[in-house]
């Protein structure tokens, strides 16, 4: 696997938070393709709310994706273009994409957590990382709520 232009300079202190920044942005590119794809993909009586609620979450990882760029770049990395991975499944039914979605959420939620201690004396990082994890903790139980069936747990 090629090293990440960013991680390449072995000289800047940043370069292991940078470096999982890095990955998160790949992440949060993914999302949007990810996001934009379930959006397509929802059929059925309950379509258009969960339509809205899927094209938010692409809008939203753009969002997330640009101001992570912007921290990399102020750390003195130079952002992937990569984007992670987005596994086509075949699975279109509006449960099993909320599955989908769910385990993503809790990919992202994972991958924040770790650069947290990462953190150190940056202050601005630290607090838009809790940010961040704080949002992903809030689409985590907003899709387990959706995923609920006559009060009982589909997962």
Do not use: W
Request: with cysteine.
């Amino acid at each position: 696997m090629k090293t990440r232009p960013s991680a390449k300079k072995s000289s800047n202190p940043n370069s292991s938070i940078i470096q999982k920044l890095d990955q998160i942005l790949e992440m949060e590119l993914s999302g949007v393709t990810r996001y934009l794809h379930y959006s397509l993909m929802i059929t059925g009586p309950n379509r258009i709310p969960i339509v809205k609620f899927f094209r938010d979450q692409a809008s939203e990882a753009l969002q997330h994706a640009t101001i992570i760029g912007e921290k990399i770049t102020a750390l003195g990395g130079h952002p992937s273009v990569r984007v992670s991975p987005v596994p086509e499944t075949h699975k279109h039914s509006t449960m099993e994409i909320l599955e989908e979605s769910l385990g993503f959420e809790k990919v992202g939620m994972a991958m924040y957590l770790k650069v947290l201690p990462l953190c150190k004396n940056n202050v601005a990082l630290e607090e838009l990382i809790r940010e961040f994890i704080k949002i992903e903790q809030e689409h985590i139980e907003e899709v387990e709520k959706m995923l609920k069936i006559s009060g009982d747990r589909r997962l």
